[in-house]
Each structure stands twice: as C-alpha cells, then as structure tokens.
C-alpha cells in the first residue's frame, strides 16, 4: 500500500475516490481531515495493475528493463544478467543512493541518465512476463562489473569498485536501510518465488494453498475436482493430464494468487512428462493385476508423455491467456 | 495534467525527448499545492517563510538541481506507470530535496561553531596551514589520527551519549545539532586520539550523528522528553497543529503505524509480524520516523500527542 500523494488527498472528493486507501491507512485519514486547502480541478486516475501490453521483444543479459509486480504501483528498474524464456537474473537499479555500503556498484549518470546504485545483493529472480519495457542497455563492461559483483557477493568476496564505504558497525543505519529495501523489493521477487520449491506443479501448489490455510477438500470442490484426486496431484503421484481439465488448474492458480507464467506451464509439462503413462498400459485389465496380486509398473514411453505434455502444456497456456 | 497527456510525456521522454511544457507545469502545481496543504514547516524555505516567492525559488531549485541537473524526472517517469504515482514520487523528491538544503545548512552552521571554537580556545593548537592545517589538544598528541572511516566512526562512538539539540516548532529556524559543552567534549574526545583537520572533525560527526540525519544518534520515545514547550497561548496552539500537520504529512503510512507500536509498546518483532515486514526495516522506519519528528518539531510531547491523537481517530 503506497499513499496518495497531498494533491490527490486535497482533491474535493478525495473521501470518495480514495476511499479504499482511506479504509485502511490511518496516516491519510487523518492528514485528510486536517488538510487547509481542496484542489478543485483534480482529474483522479487509478495506477494500471499491471503492463498495458507485452513487450515486443524479450529481454536479455545486459538489457536495462522496467518490470511490474502485482500489488505494487511502481515500476523496478532492473539490470538483466541472465536470461531465458521463463525467467531472469536481475539486479535492481535505484535512484536513491544514499544508503551506498561495499556491497553495491555505482552506475555513472551516463547509463540511464542519472546515478542510480546496483544493490548486487538484491539480485533476485523475476518472471519473464513481468518485464514491462526496455530502457536502456548497459556497456559490457559494466555488465561485466555487475555479474562480478553479484557472484563476489555469494562467493563471500568483496566487490572490486564499491559504491560506498564499509559498514562501520551495528549502528550503522545502512543495514537497517538495506533490510527496508530488501522488503520492498520482494514484491518483485515473490511471482517467481511463489512457484519454486518444486520441479512439478501439484507440489508448488499444494505449499501455495497450504500458506493460504485452505482446507483440501473445500478447495478441490471449489476448482471442480475430485478432493482425493488433486491430493495425489499434490503429492507428486497423479498425472493430470489424464485426471484434471486445464480449466481447474487455470482456476487454481489464479484463486492461489499465482502469476500467469511459462513457469506455471513448464511446471504442469514437468507434471504431465513425469506421470504420464502410456495408454495401453491404462488399458490393461485391472482384474489380472489383482489377481496376481502385483501392481505392474506403468509403461511410460517418453514419447508419447513428452507428447501428451506439450498437448496439456498448450491448452493450459491458451486457457491462461499466455 | 490528465492521465492520458502523462502517458504521452512519459512515452516521448523515455525516447529521448526533452520534458514538454506541460509536464514541468504539473510538477510546479504538485509542488505548490504540498506546500499549501501539507503544512511545511517555514524553516524548509529558502527564506524562511512560505511566500509566493520562497515557492517559486524552492521549485525552480529543486528544476534546475535535481529534475533536470541530476535526471531525477527521468527517473521518476521510468518508475512511475501512472499519473498518482509520478505525482506522489514527485513530492517525495520535493520534500528530499528541501531537506538535502536544510542539512546542508546545518553541516555549515556545525562547520563555523567548530572552526570558531578551534581559533578561540587556547586548549586547541594548531599545525600547518590551508585545508592540510591539523588541530590537536594542547596537551594531548601531536601525531595526526591515520585511521579510515571504521577506526575514525568508531573512535567517535567511543566517546559515549551526547544530549543532542533539536529543532523546536517555535524556533522557525535551525537549532544547533550539539550544544556549546556537548561539541566541545565531542571535539576534545577526538582530538585526544590524534591531531586532525577539520575536514577529518566533521566527517566524525557526520558518521557519529548521522549529519544527513538530524536525530539519527537519538532513540525515539514518546515519553522520555520534557513537558511541552507549547502551551495553552493561540499562537502556539496553531503552531503545534502545523507541526503536527507538517509531521503527518511526511510520515509514510508504515511509520505512522510505527508510531503508533511504539506508542502501544510493541516490541520490534511484534511491529514486524504486524506490519509484515523484517525487524530491520522496522528499525529502519524508527530512525526515519525520529528524523520526520526532530525535522518538524515534532518531538515536543505537546504536537506528538496531537499526531497520536490524529492517528487514533475512530479508533479506540
């Protein structure tokens, strides 16, 4: 939640426009009722949710994006070191830079037009559908200097050419101030966060409905599917290509907060490619396999499951809207 | 400006375009209506006092040196998808910019006491000349301190608490950091861990008090300060509320939820669980929040309570 800023709240009928923010910020509510003056002019417009369109060409290592999080009005500016179709390395670039300390890199007003500060600490993670436009490219020097950067600071090595000087020590306000900018840059991060944790998609759900204390068999009835089924989906068991319609796992991961991603899709081919067993082998009497008293393996071909993936991969990205 | 005409300078300014007439005439109006509305204190104009001209100077300052001069407008427009947010960027960086100034008035009001207090007291000599002169206790060592920033900021937090001057509603201007007995003993604990230049002097305060930081040394806590400088007179009623006012408006919604845990004794962690956030940034918002309150006088427990109680409205 940002605040509006004082035009908005002195706009004559800011009570009304505003008053979802009103609900629950007690900073505004009570700046709004000490305010002197009402701006009487004031056309209200609402911030987008998200891009207004995708972008006409992928980023890649080197390029300067902006980039978009559900939840957050503003932009991130952000290096890419790493890039593939589902996600990318970035390192945020930030305006601010009076928090500098060993562990960031100065970018020369010359890159992007002023000094921003590259927290190589922060680098993170983020979905390829959140870029929003590309903004500038860096040099490749300094593409260099902030992947050397990046992997010193998880090597434990120090940065050759820091931004600031060293924390001094614990009262040092900068490590507070990095703990706050570490916060607000999660809600970057946490689309992709969200669905790792797994390499299949019942299980990265599961952990998602489980965050959201959502009992199981409420919420397999509530996306239309048989509680016992999903369960098995769940636990990594179950291929859901044969036993769940696209349209429940669409339903699932939009009631779960998830991002429309090509991770949550290479997450449900990973599902389908795993479990998928041949058809003839489905077709195959039960009762000989009782009475036996021997549960055959499930032939997979690879073929065919890498076949019936795609197949499920597709629809589900139609029905996603990707 | 309307939404629509913000996407179009946005778009043309991302291209390389200069910033259009339209959208510095925005910049001027937000500018000018956050001074009008949101209370800002007098001491934050260039001239003392909020008139038609202190705005028209406090803006076109703020063009010429940071919109423009340091390619923040370029910045904000990048960040900023809509029209509200670039309108409430803007006025973050408008508030920042007029608090960079003061605090680079205050280092050199601190610079001159400290040069004055160097020159006028014979327990103070002095070696060398120009900007290379060192200063070193009469008595005390002749050798000049070699240590960097670790060893120089931790040499000034050797030397224990300092009662730290703040800013007073009343006042309408800046107030010393340090009083005269309190920067003397600062100056008298440095010099005795070697002789230093003067440049060296402030950059010891500058990391022990945090000088891009008025109240940063201090621990906020509403019921540690005096009785009210602010009593029952009209005027200064008026004042406290514009402090307070002054004080609402430039505290983010996370730390006036802060003030509000502190207010209630909310430990750290339970303020993080609550906010939803690291106890680091907690601590964080702390410090800003005491820098907000030293900033606007808000620290006098006569304006504190208006804000508590402005925050507390239909609550309890």
């Known amino acids: ?322 | 400006m309307r939404s629509d005409r913000y996407l179009e300078a946005r778009e043309a300014m991302l291209a390389g375009a200069d910033p259009p007439d339209e959208l510095i005439a925005e910049c001027r109006r937000v500018a000018g209506l956050m001074i009008r509305t949101a209370g800002l204190p007098a001491h934050y104009s260039p001239l003392g006092v909020w008139s038609e001209e202190a705005t028209e100077e406090a803006f076109a300052d703020f063009t010429a040196e940071r919109l423009i001069g340091r390619g923040q407008l370029l910045a904000m427009l990048q960040r900023a998808p809509a029209l509200p947010v670039f309108r409430r960027m803007l006025e973050t960086a408008f508030r920042q910019h007029l608090i960079d100034r003061l605090e680079r008035s205050q280092s050199a009001n601190l610079y001159g006491r400290i040069a004055q207090l160097l020159q006028e007291h014979d327990s103070y000599a002095a070696t060398g000349s120009g900007s290379g002169r060192l200063w070193q206790l009469a008595t005390g060592p002749a050798d000049p301190f070699t240590g960097d920033d670790r060893a120089l900021g931790s040499l000034a937090f050797s030397l224990g608490e300092f009662t730290v001057v703040r800013y007073q509603p009343d006042a309408r201007k800046l107030s010393p950091l340090l009083d005269g007995d309190e920067l003397t003993r600062f100056l008298d604990g440095l010099l005795a861990g070697g002789a230093m230049t003067l440049a060296t002097v402030m950059r010891a305060l500058k990391l022990r008090f945090s000088l891009d930081d008025p109240s940063a040394a201090g621990e906020l806590d509403p019921e540690a300060h005096a009785a009210s400088g602010l009593g029952a007179d009209p005027q200064q009623i008026l004042l406290r509320r514009e402090a307070a006012t002054a004080a609402l408006a430039e505290l983010s919604d996370r730390q006036a939820e802060v003030l509000i845990g502190i207010e209630r004794k909310e430990t750290t962690r339970e303020l993080a669980l609550r906010l939803h956030c690291s106890t680091g940034t907690i601590s964080h918002e702390r410090a800003q929040l005491a820098q907000v309150l030293a900033r606007t006088g808000a620290e006098d427990p006569g304006v504190l309570k208006e804000i508590l109680d402005a925050l507390f409205i239909g609550e309890e």
Not at chain 1, 151 to 175: K, L, M, T
Not at chain 1, 255 to 280: C, Y
Request: aromatic share 4%; with cysteine; hydrophobic share 45%.
């Open chain 1, 1 to 322: 939640m940002s605040c509006p800023a004082a035009i908005e709240l002195a706009a004559p009928d800011a009570e009304q426009t505003l008053s979802e923010h009103l609900q629950d910020c007690r900073r505004c509510r009570a700046l709004l009722a000490r305010l002197r003056h009402h701006e009487d002019t004031l056309e209200h417009s609402t911030a987008p949710a998200g891009p207004q369109a995708p972008p006409t060409r992928p980023p890649g290592p080197g390029g300067v994006w902006s980039f978009w999080a559900p939840g957050s009005e503003e932009y991130l500016v952000a290096a890419v070191l790493d890039a593939d179709e589902v996600e990318l390395l970035v390192v945020p670039l930030l305006a601010d830079t009076r928090w500098a300390s060993e562990n960031d890199i100065e970018l020369p007003a010359q890159t992007l037009g002023y000094p921003a500060l590259a927290p190589v600490w922060a680098g993170d993670h983020v979905l390829a559908e959140q870029s929003v436009e590309p903004l500038s490219v860096l040099s490749e020097l300094e593409l260099e200097q902030l992947s050397d950067g990046y992997d010193a600071i998880y090597a434990g090595a120090a940065i050759a050419e820091p931004a600031g000087p060293a924390v001094i020590g614990p009262a040092d306000p900068r490590i507070a101030a990095h703990a706050a900018i570490a916060d607000q840059l999660r809600a970057y991060s946490a689309p992709w966060s969200a669905l790792q944790g797994a390499e299949e998609l019942g299980p990265v759900l599961k952990a998602r409905r489980e965050d959201a204390a959502l009992p199981i068999d409420a919420w397999a009835q509530q996306i239309d599917v048989e509680p016992e089924t999903w369960r098995r989906f769940e636990s990594a068991q179950l291929d859901p290509y044969t036993a769940i319609p696209v349209r429940a796992i669409a339903a699932a991961t939009r009631e779960l907060g998830l991002l429309a991603s090509q991770r949550i899709i290479s997450l449900a081919h990973a599902s389908v490619k795993a479990h998928h067993a041949d058809q003839a082998t489905h077709a195959a009497p039960a009762r000989a396999r009782r009475r036996r008293g021997v549960a055959p393996r499930a032939r997979q071909d690879p073929d065919v499951a890498r076949e019936a993936a795609d197949r499920y991969a597709a629809a589900l990205a139609e029905e996603l809207g990707l």
